[in-house]
């Protein structure tokens, strides 16, 4: 299960970083089906694990510290029995991964006052509370008009399009990354999840920084979406994954490089807001 998560983690086969952080979390269940004969034993395989686990993608805050809370719990508990250490180790993985799930239920329920009846949006990417938000508002009776960019060069974008398809009362348009600039002035506001906010900036599927900031040209308000463990004030450095080349150009490059970046850095002052399950805070 550990393997299988870290593999599924670096091929991005989940794209939301709040299933990310479930995922990861919960698998560190596998240990607890082991024989270990000391504390120390299973201690340290939870250490390796939980490492194993996070190095799988070095940019996703809460996926860091999900994994970490369990792992430093259990050990700074100082268990005197394996069996104990494994009730621990249930017991945190239990919290945090309702703690990571209520945090995304929340900050889509605070979204939808905010999601106005009858508004033209933009969404990059795919953003699970992005989408649950807009499930709630539309359970509401609330209706939208909803942009959607591909997010290149995966096209992760298509399964946030598709999703919202299957909404009543939500008309759906997918466009190419680069026409977000001919789109924004039909919209009346651009909302987007995110991978983590560290001190000032906003880490995001590539393609957020060129969204708003074209749409602060525009006078489009920026909404960010997410759980408040999201936000880093300290303790994380952000670093960005570089994808395969390949994903972009299938060919052999000959004579040139293709760079691929996972994230892009967006500066907090060209946010409206963050909604979390703490509540709405204007930037």
Known sequence: MIDETVEEIQQMQTHSSSVVAV?????????????????????????????????A??????????????VDDVTDAEPDSVETAKRLTQEKIDTVVARVESGKRLAAENAVDYLEDGATLLTHDYSSTVLEALEQAVEAGKTFEV?????????????????????EGVETTLITDSAHGVYLEECDRVVVGMDCIVEETLYNRVGTFPIAATAAQRDVPVTVLGSASKIVSEGFVFENEFRPGSEVMPEPAEGFAVENPTYDATPVELLESVITDEGRQEL
Do not use: C, M, W
């Open 23 to 55: 995922h990861a979390a919960r698998a560190l269940e596998e240990l607890l089906e082991r024989e270990f004969a000391t504390v120390d034993e299973y201690t340290r395989a939870l250490e390796r694990n939980g490492s194993v686990l996070r190095r």
């Open 57 to 70: 993608n070095h940019s996703h805050a809460s996926l860091q510290n999900a994994v970490r809370e369990v």
């Open 147 to 167: 942009y959607v960019t591909e997010a290149r060069p995966r096209y992760i974008g298509r399964k946030t399009a598709r999703a919202l398809a299957d909404l």
